[in-house]
């Protein structure tokens, strides 16, 4: 497991040496464990239920927390009212989307969503990476790579307009629609799926011999 990088000699400096003793034990009993369990960490810091967490300076709480996953903040927020804010703080967050975004299509959505928290913008694109159902705008927002028969094209991209137009270099100008999310055009329908385990992109056709990508530039 991960080693909490924070100095005995940092708690005797701000508590007592007594108590800083049992907080470091308590420390290291947690992070060995992984258990970030709610009745877990009231026993491992003797908390009742409106008590304080033990007396660390915030920045202290900040760091230890940084170890922990999104699902451990959240256990974490359940123990009492001060351990839902330090387990809220925005710079946790903020760490957790920058990992979990990482390779990820049209996350700018969320990124520059300023009027919510982290944890919200977190939450928010854990629960639409996994939508099923394309929007006319991301159709549109997207270029796409396509593969036919496994090759990919040497014309380039393809783009989607807005207008409801498709512009094939072999077929020229055809119209495009979106129907119970099969992409309709050029007398076929495609079905299009999300790719929730990789780019959290799309792709039209998957198990055709005529399959797009998203692509975002």
Not at 124 to 139: K, M, P
Request: aromatic share 14%.
């Amino acid at each position: 497991g991960t080693t909490l990088s924070i100095p005995v000699a940092c708690f005797h400096l701000c508590y007592g040496k007594e108590e800083s003793s049992l907080i470091s034990l308590s420390l290291r009993s947690w992070q060995s464990s992984r258990d970030f369990s709610k009745d877990y960490l009231r026993r491992v810091f003797m908390i009742e239920e409106e008590e304080r967490p033990p007396n660390l300076l915030p920045e202290l709480w900040n760091h230890i927390l940084t170890f922990s996953t999104p699902a451990e903040l959240c256990n974490v927020s359940r123990v009492n009212k001060e351990f839902q804010v330090y387990s809220s703080l925005d710079l946790l967050w903020k760490i957790h989307c920058e990992k979990s975004w990482v390779g990820k299509q049209n996350v700018s959505r969320f990124r520059n969503r300023t009027s919510l928290t982290w944890k919200q913008r977190y939450t928010w694109s854990e629960h639409d990476r996994l939508r099923q159902t394309i929007s006319r705008d991301e159709l549109c927002h997207f270029s796409w790579k396509l593969l036919y028969k496994g090759e990919e094209s040497r014309l380039g991209l393809r783009k989607f307009s807005p207008d409801g137009t498709y512009e094939s270099p072999y077929a020229g100008v055809c119209e495009w629609s979106l129907f119970q999310n099969n992409l309709i055009f050029l007398g076929v329908s495609l079905t299009v799926k999300r790719d929730v385990e990789h780019t959290w992109g799309w792709i039209i056709g998957a198990g055709t011999p005529t399959v797009y990508y998203s692509v975002e530039l």
